[in-house]
Nanobody, 113 residues
Framework: QVQLVESGGDWVQPGGSIKLSCIVPESLFRDYTLAWYRQIPREREFVARISRDGTTAYSGAVKGRFSISRDDARNTVHLEMTNLLPEDTAVYYC????????WGQGTQVTVSS
């Protein structure tokens, strides 16, 4: 069973920064585009993705503020989040793109003063 483990979530003030990490099973990390998503009240929305060759893409809401990267030696995908806004508050998840049915527990990011 695929197990994804997200970490790094915290409370942060508006304008602050935080870095999330996700340990990905090797088979998924090696063969698939990886992505970050976030759970907002009514849906789980796409945030950013990185393909096997390192090509990245972002949602319009985070482009220019977030950066996704991958550490091939540790089967880990990161999400560097800067200039955070209160509307970035959410539980953040990683998965493949398109997403598989199994999700990790997510990591909570709260942006408030």
């Amino acid at each position: 069973q695929v197990q994804l483990v997200e970490s790094g979530g915290d409370w942060v003030q508006p304008g602050g920064s935080i870095k999330l990490s996700c340990i990905v099973p090797e088979s998924l990390f090696r063969d698939y585009t990886l992505a970050w998503y976030r759970q907002i009240p009514r849906e789980r929305e796409f945030v950013a993705r990185i393909s096997r060759d390192g090509t990245t893409a972002y949602s319009g809401a985070v482009k220019g503020r977030f950066s996704i990267s991958r550490d091939d030696a540790r089967n880990t995908v990161h999400l560097e989040m800067t200039n955070l806004l209160p509307e970035d508050t959410a539980v953040y998840y990683c998965n493949s793109r398109p997403a598989r049915d199994t999700w990790g527990q997510g990591t909570q990011v709260t942006v408030s003063s």
